[in-house]
């Protein structure tokens, strides 16, 4: 093997000729708490995840609602490559409604764990052998695709097991699916359980597992050198309580480590995670693999370095793989290369001394525990080449009013030097700072049109004196953007001053173009 191939060899493990897909991002991602999909939602991620060419969409479930039957039909007409799934609990009504739709892929199933026949299903072992059988007698005599889970699987007595697996194929299940619900398996377990599973079934065997200790990609992986041919996955790994195996983690690991050709355009993913995100509301962490802002960023100087050498130093796959983008950030652990790169990227030149200045300062804010963004990074350096004058909107005087009922409204006048003429207005708004951020907009509109994009408050220390900090970014009609912070006493001064240092700073920009 050479030494840079993440490859596993060929010769290491055996893999099925085909790894099939399955994604349940609208039936058990939309099982996370907070999200509720409307149709159209549904439509628009059924079809980029057929763009992508995941082979089974489960889209649903039928029998819940009108809504989710309307968006079956809906998502079916699209007549899209992937296999749509409803899903259906072992009864003749939930059936029925999945075939109103005409769906023709149903995903059923029964909880087979102690557990489940004990407490939540009061069923003896035969009585749900019995039901999940004619279930699928049922399903099969409309000549539909039939994929059985047994329900808790996981925590289920393995001979028991069998038998239920067994039965179904009898009834004439097409797959069986193996859900570990509430995530017990270690890769070690996911191993046994699915070889053993393999030694006694006929069917393919299909693996839905969930994250609930962090291993379900991991264990899911595991189930497929075990012999497993299906897994099931959600974007972003949404899904009940710790969710579902990641559908980008899995995909690109299989790809790029196992060398799986699984026909998935990989490209695509960063885009449908980003969707998937803004739709249902959870918001990936930085750090989330593959899909993360962070997935591809460096701050340190020795990464840095390395990357701009050749990026595969410090990344395993490139950005452009997954569609996502390689950043540089700039922070305390910035390097020298890292902001030369950036000043080159903004077509910005210096000579060293004024490079040394704006490193100096980048390093001070980074020591401050400050971020810092392109904008703030744009602003120092024109500021250090000279090309800023002295600031050129400063506040000269504020008096604000507060008050509350019909006919008192919170009203601020600002008095402000805008390039050496004074101006004053005042201004109304549903707070004193909105009131004064208001009269700000109007007194600079001549110079520069802004908007607030962002405006964010901490106290940082305790009681009715407390520091408080405010952090704005600030836009303008050419969509320069720039940050602005302020800490003081008083929050109504700290907001002026943090916009005022913000539009400064978009001033500085226009100015060096
Ligand atoms: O996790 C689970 O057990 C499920 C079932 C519906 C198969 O999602
Ligand atoms: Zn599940």
Same mark, same amino acid.
């Given at each position: 093997m050479e030494i840079n191939d993440l490859k596993i060899p060929k010769s290491d493990i055996t893999l099925p000729k085909k790894v099939k897909i399955f994604d349940t991002t609208l039936r058990d991602g939309e099982q996370a708490p907070g999200v509720a999909l409307t149709t159209d939602e549904k439509i628009q991620i059924a079809q980029k995840l057929d763009n992508l060419g995941?082979?089974?969409?489960? #889209?649903?479930?039928? !029998?819940?609602?009108e809504g989710e039957r309307k968006s079956a039909k809906l998502i079916n007409d699209l007549g899209l490559n992937a296999n749509i799934c409803g899903l259906a609990r072992v009864l003749k009504n939930d059936i029925d409604a999945l075939l109103d739709c005409d769906l023709s892929y149903m995903h059923t199933f029964i909880g087979t764990s102690p557990l489940h026949r004990d407490f939540k299903l009061k069923m003896s072992k035969e009585e749900i052998v019995d039901k999940a059988s004619s279930a699928i007698e049922y399903a099969k005599d409309h000549g539909i695709t039939v994929e059985f889970s047994a329900e808790d699987s996981t925590r289920t007595e393995f001979d028991y097991l069998v038998d239920v697996y067994k039965a179904v194929e009898d009834a004439g299940a097409d797959l069986i699916n193996v859900p570990d619900t509430v995530g017990v398996l270690v890769p070690t377990t996911s191993r046994k359980l699915i070889s053993n599973l393999k030694n006694e079934l006929s069917l393919p065997i299909s693996v839905h597992f969930h994250n609930d200790f962090g291993l379900a990609v991991a264990n899911s992986l595991v189930a497929i050198e075990s012999g497993a041919e299906q897994a099931h996955v959600t974007v972003n790994g949404i899904g009940e309580r710790g969710g579902n195996a990641s559908l980008e983690e899995l995909v690109v690991t299989l790809k790029? !480590? #196992?060398?799986?050709?699984?026909?998935? @355009?990989?490209?695509q993913l960063y885009n449908l995670s980003d969707f998937v995100s803004r739709v249902t509301g959870i918001k990936m962490p930085p750090?989330?693999?593959?899909?993360?802002?962070? $997935?591809?960023a460096h701050e340190s100087g020795i990464h840095v370095h390395g990357v701009l050498e050749n990026a595969a130093t410090y990344e395993p796959i490139a950005p452009e793989l997954v569609g996502h983008t390689r950043k540089i950030a700039l922070g305390k652990h910035t390097g020298a290369n890292a902001l030369k790169a950036k000043l080159t990227e903004y077509d910005i030149k210096m000579d060293e001394e004024q490079f040394c200045t704006v490193y100096d300062q980048v390093k001070g804010l980074g020591d401050k525990g400050k971020s810092i963004t392109d904008a703030d990074l744009k602003a120092i350096a024109v500021t250090v080449l000279g090309k800023a004058k002295e600031e050129a909107v400063k506040l000269i005087g504020l008096s604000v009013s507060s008050g509350s009922g019909k006919t008192v409204s919170p009203t601020a006048t600002v008095k402000l030097m805008i390039n050496g003429e004074e101006k004053e207005t005042s201004s109304i708004g549903v707070g004193p700072v909105d009131a004064a951020l208001n009269a700000i907009q109007i007194l600079v509109k001549g110079t520069t049109n802004i908007q607030l994009e962002e405006y964010h408050i901490e $106290?940082?220390?305790?009681?009715? @004196?407390a520091l408080a900090e405010v952090f704005v970014i600030t836009s303008d009609e050419e969509d320069n953007k720039a940050t602005g912070r302020a800490t003081r006493e008083d929050v109504i001064m700290a907001s002026v001053d943090a916009v005022l240092n913000s539009i400064n700073k978009i001033l500085m920009i226009k100015e060096a173009k």
């Open positions: 995941i082979n089974t969409i489960e #889209y649903g479930f039928p !029998a819940v609602s790029v !480590a #196992y060398g799986l050709d699984l026909d998935i @355009d990989t490209t750090n989330k693999p593959i899909v993360g802002e962070n $997935a591809f $106290a940082i220390t305790g009681g009715t @004196d």
